[in-house]
């Protein structure tokens, strides 16, 4: 049986307008600058440049109409234009939002030229007398080489396809044939490999052979393992070799190169740019803060729009293609001031935050020295600066900050303490960095263990337990003891 009754509820609901606040916090200066460039494609309310800008202040009112709460169709004649226009002199933060610095210059993302990896591959196939067979076969092997220099894939799959791609039935030992004989003579010498020890056994055979490369290649072909896990007492009894001859056969492998396709300069990728949201600089022994809007236009309500709101007040008959017109410039003027609005709490939240960070950790951005980082979390800024955690959050996750000492991601600068043997709390990033300048000048001949390294750090003062050594030393990827050892 149906019937009626009368609940009240206490709800939070986030306003339209604080998601796209957030959202618009949490992206970094060039998803920053795409946004702006999608919002003003798609509201034709907003407007670039400088020109007009002060002019339109004096038209538009700062006043928000709050009866539209997307359940109720309004019409026109229920659209207070005079909110909208009005001779009154008003802020400009609410009609317009400049994104300029003095000292930003507009920069694009620089392109690599020339010709691709690919490319060149398949261009040095021309020097080569093939059969069709087998350019058809040296062309499959080209392109499954991937970017690093290698083919990663079985034989026997690269035969099945051929077959089933490009109508090419063959042989295991055609193709292995084609590839040694062709494609591993290729430049970079060592592409086309099928593991890291062949790679390095065709570079060492591409050069002039003596008696230190032909040890090397025997050590790769023979004792791989050994060689890889630095197992060189192994080694010396097994060829019978004096520790000089190791040290050398050891110098002259660590001289070639790993990924030979990574080498190659025409790739034709974007080279990877981090643009910096904030930058921190040393001023008279004093930290100045600013924000970067690199490319960020100055914005403002288009004059236009304000054109057509006259008009409309102005006309004595008002039509119905009229009146839904001045509806759509009521859903574009307000959608635009809430835009300019979003992107001026957007640009004092970020300072905000970030000047709070750079005063908390004040020493090291005055010095660079990351031993003198203080522990701080989320927390600890959320409370300083009266906002939540998660907004601090957004803020740290993807941005970077341009330090005299190099460009940072914000999200470093945050750690857990830990007490040292006085019961004072430091940093884990304090710890990790004695604990690589330890591991750093260590006697490489007889490397320090975990175990060392926990009694030396407790020595230091930092009692720590062997377990998170070896976690700190996962984290700062460095190896163990063994594979840290040198002749």
């Known amino acids: 049986m ?36 999608q919002e003003i494609e798609e509201n034709p309310a907003l407007d670039t440049g400088k020109d007009d800008a002060d002019s339109i202040d004096d038209d538009l009112s700062n006043e928000y109409d709050e009866a539209d709460d997307g359940n109720e169709k309004i019409e026109a004649d229920d659209i207070n234009i005079d909110e ?35 490319q060149s591959l398949k261009n040095q196939l021309n020097t080569y007398n093939f059969t069709e067979e087998e350019r058809a076969i040296a062309e499959f092997l080209v392109g499954s080489i991937d970017d690093s220099g290698y083919i990663r894939r079985e034989i026997i799959d690269l035969v099945d396809d051929l077959a089933f791609t490009a109508n090419v039935f063959t042989t295991e030992e055609k193709v292995i044939s084609v590839l040694k004989r062709a494609v591993h003579t290729l430049d970079p010498i060592g592409v086309g ?135 759509f410039i009521k859903q574009k003027l307000d959608a635009a001031k809430w835009f300019i609005d979003a992107i001026k709490q957007r640009q004092q939240t970020l300072l905000v935050t970030m000047n709070t960070i750079m005063h908390y950790q004040y020493d090291y951005f005055l010095t660079g020295d990351e031993r003198r980082l203080r522990p701080m979390i989320l927390k600890d800024i959320a409370d300083k600066i009266n906002m939540d955690v998660s907004t601090v959050s957004r803020v740290a996750n993807s941005k970077y900050v341009s330090t005299p000492y190099g460009t940072k991601l914000i999200k470093e600068f945050f750690s857990e303490s830990m007490k040292n043997d006085q019961g004072e709390d430091v940093s884990t990033k304090e710890i990790k960095k004695i604990l690589e300048t330890v591991i750093t000048e260590e006697n490489k001949k007889k490397p320090l263990t975990d175990e060392k390294l926990s009694i030396i750090l407790k020595e230091k003062g930092y009692p720590i337990a062997r377990r998170t050594i070896a976690k700190y030393r996962e984290q700062l990827d460095l190896p163990v003891a063994r594979l840290r050892k040198e002749i």
């Open 84 to 118: 909208y226009l009005s001779d009154d002199e008003i802020p400009n933060y609410k009609t317009q939002a400049n994104n300029y610095s003095a000292d930003d210059e507009e920069k694009n993302v620089p392109y690599a030229a020339g010709t691709s990896f690919h």
């Open 2 to 37: 149906l019937k009626q009754s009368l609940n009240f509820k206490l709800l939070q609901k986030l306003s339209p307008q604080q998601i796209q606040l957030m959202k618009l916090i949490q992206l970094p200066t060039q998803a920053f600058e795409e946004r702006l460039k």
């Open 193 to 327: 490999a099928r593991d890291l020890r062949e790679c390095l056994i065709i570079q060492l055979k591409a050069k002039e052979g003596n008696k230190i490369r032909s040890l090397a290649i025997a050590i790769l072909e023979d004792a791989f393992d050994h060689f890889v896990k630095k197992h060189y007492k192994k080694l010396q009894e097994k060829f019978n070799i004096s520790e000089d001859e190791l040290k050398e056969v050891n110098s002259e492998i660590s001289r070639l190169n790993p990924k030979p396709g990574s080498s190659y300069a025409g790739n034709n990728k974007i080279a990877e740019q981090i643009v910096p949201d904030f930058s921190i600089k040393i001023i008279d022994g004093e930290l100045d803060l600013t924000l970067n809007s690199r490319n960020a236009p100055e914005l403002h309500v288009s004059r236009e729009y304000n054109n057509m709101l006259k008009g409309y007040q102005e006309a004595t008959t008002k039509s119905k293609s009229q009146k839904d017109a001045v509806f």
